[in-house]
């Protein structure tokens, strides 16, 4: 049996732990069932799947949630980009989850389709994460789609973080109810977390992300939209083989979740490569 949703686990205050597994790129799912009921009996109270994570094509994140909860009995919560749907593909699916039993979705803007691909995939963007909330708390109260537990993203490493706050205050007047945050690494995203607790309504789920090498941190400081990297970090991966940068990683992101206790809700962990062994650890290291 499914355990218990996310909306009830924060009632609760049982501090859940999250985990986001990127779903295949073809149609064979054997390995990501594999890795996601691995990283469930491990101690992840939900599984949350990426929608088309960097815009390119990969299983549906809600037919992959729908089949992990029916056969699997897994908790999970996927992500609903608005880059490939207008509302009535998004209300279409939205209708399909509820019937599946799956009551909770991450509703994102999406990234933009890779230029390489522009000339044949054009995104849809009808809306924004916040719009598209709205247009479900509509519709749930017009008693069309049965009421769902939206969440949404907040980018504690944004530039302008002030205007970030603002968005998400108005994604909170559209009804999300619950922030997850970007991979927090930085003294600097650690401090407006803190700020996004005094001034958000809304659960907070505090980003980790285990960084696992020299280059896997100069990519994300260079290259991902929403890291920030500081230099000190970038440089303590110098050198490091691939168990030792592992292990940098999982002690980065314990750091990481005793400074931010105080201004979360629960956690928030990101999957690296499908490193589904290293994720276990961090996982067993959070319920110490």
């Known amino acids: 049996m499914a355990g218990a949703s996310l909306e009830k686990m924060l009632s ?10 990127d779903p295949p790129r073809n149609e064979s799912p054997e390995a990501f069932i594999a890795g996601a009921r691995a990283l469930y009996e491990a101690g992840a109270d939900v599984i949350t799947i990426a929608d088309c994570p ?28 608005c880059r490939d749907r207008n509302l009535n593909a998004a209300k279409a699916l939205l209708m399909g989850l509820s019937m599946e039993g799956v009551g909770q979705v991450l509703l994102v803007t999406g990234d933009p389709v890779s230029h390489e691909d522009r000339e044949q995939v054009k995104g849809v963007f009808q809306m924004t994460s916040r719009t598209l909330a709205k247009s479900i708390v509509d519709l749930q109260s017009q008693g069309k789609l049965t009421p769902f537990f939206l969440c949404g993203a907040l980018n504690v490493n944004a530039r302008n973080f002030d205007k970030e706050l603002e968005r998400a205050r108005e994604k909170e007047d559209a009804g999300i109810q619950a922030f997850f945050t970007q991979p927090v690494s930085s003294p600097r995203a650690l401090e407006n977390l803190r700020a996004a607790r005094q001034a ?19 990519f994300l400081k260079n290259e991902v939209a929403g890291m920030e990297i500081g230099d000190d970090l970038l440089s303590a991966y110098q050198g490091l083989d691939r168990a030792a ?44």
């Open 12 to 21: 609760e205050k049982r501090r859940p732990i999250l985990v986001e597994f």
């Open 54 to 81: 960097i815009g390119k094509a990969s299983i549906d994140a809600c037919m992959l949630a729908a089949k992990l909860k029916r056969e699997y009995g897994v908790e999970t919560l996927p992500h609903m980009a």
């Open 200 to 218: 958000l309504r809304g659960a907070l789920l505090g980003g980790l992300f285990p960084i696992v090498s020299y280059k896997n941190a100069c």
């Open 245 to 288: 940068g592992e292990a940098m990683g999982r002690r980065q992101c314990l750091l990481m979740a005793r400074q931010m206790r105080e201004s979360v809700d629960g956690y928030y962990i990101m999957t690296p490569f499908r490193r589904v062994e290293l994720v276990k650890g961090i996982i067993d290291d959070l319920k110490q």
